[in-house]
């Protein structure tokens, strides 16, 4: 394969889109404040209960750089996911890359999330690049989008990652 050209063979997860991935455990004020408290965010409508029902928004909302963590799986005891669910990318018949690069990661944040919210996700393969050689090896670019709900099937928000995977070259 030249590094202009993508296979058929790969060409064909593009656009696929994942199974669902349900978040462990809802949103809640307690994971709320303990985040606020690690980053120092004094931003009371994350934990003021009276600020936040009189701001815009009506009530307590959740920090929106802490939409992924609501769909962390559990650590222990290990949950095994379906083959189908989460990152679409992690199956891509890539050969020997073994080494993933976070290239970006870009959230945009649609509706406020709130305690009480459930949240869930899937995943999109937008795109899979040709081989390319970097100074860091020959690998692919891959680019993703997970889409984030709530118990609504509102879309409250997207993250689009670009991960390189690659192997190193001597």
């Known amino acids: 394969m030249t590094t202009e050209e993508l296979s058929p063979e790969l060409q064909k997860y593009v656009g696929r889109v994942s199974?669902?991935?349900?978040?462990?455990?809802?949103?809640?004020?307690?994971?709320i404040r303990h985040w606020c408290e690690m980053v120092e965010?004094?931003?009371?409508?994350?934990?003021?209960?009276?600020?936040?029902?009189?701001?815009?928004y009506g009530g307590i909302i959740c920090p929106s750089a802490m939409l992924s963590t609501w769909v962390y799986p559990r650590w222990w005891p290990p949950v095994e996911m379906p083959p189908d669910a989460g990152p679409a990318q992690l199956d891509l018949p890539l050969g020997d890359?073994?080494?993933?690069?976070?290239?970006?990661?870009?959230?945009?944040?649609?509706?406020?999330?709130?305690p009480g919210d459930r949240i869930r996700y899937n995943?999109?393969?937008?795109?899979?690049?040709?081989?390319?050689?970097?100074?860091?090896?020959?690998?692919?670019f891959i680019t993703t989008t997970n889409?984030?709900?709530?118990?609504?099937d509102e879309l409250v928000g997207t993250t689009q990652y670009v991960l390189f995977r690659y192997r190193m070259e001597e």
Do not use: C, H
């Not at 965010?41 to 815009?56: F, G, M």
């Not at 889409?147 to 609504?152: I, L, M, V």
């Open 19 to 31: 199974a669902f991935v349900e978040g462990p455990d809802e949103v809640n004020k307690a994971m």
């Open 41 to 56: 965010d004094a931003n009371p409508v994350y934990t003021d209960e009276e600020y936040a029902k009189n701001s815009e």
């Open 97 to 114: 890359v073994p080494i993933p690069a976070v290239i970006s990661w870009t959230d945009e944040y649609l509706l406020p999330v709130r």
């Open 123 to 140: 995943t999109r393969l937008e795109s899979v690049s040709p081989l390319k050689k970097t100074r860091l090896g020959a690998g692919y």
């Open 147 to 152: 889409y984030y709900y709530n118990q609504r």
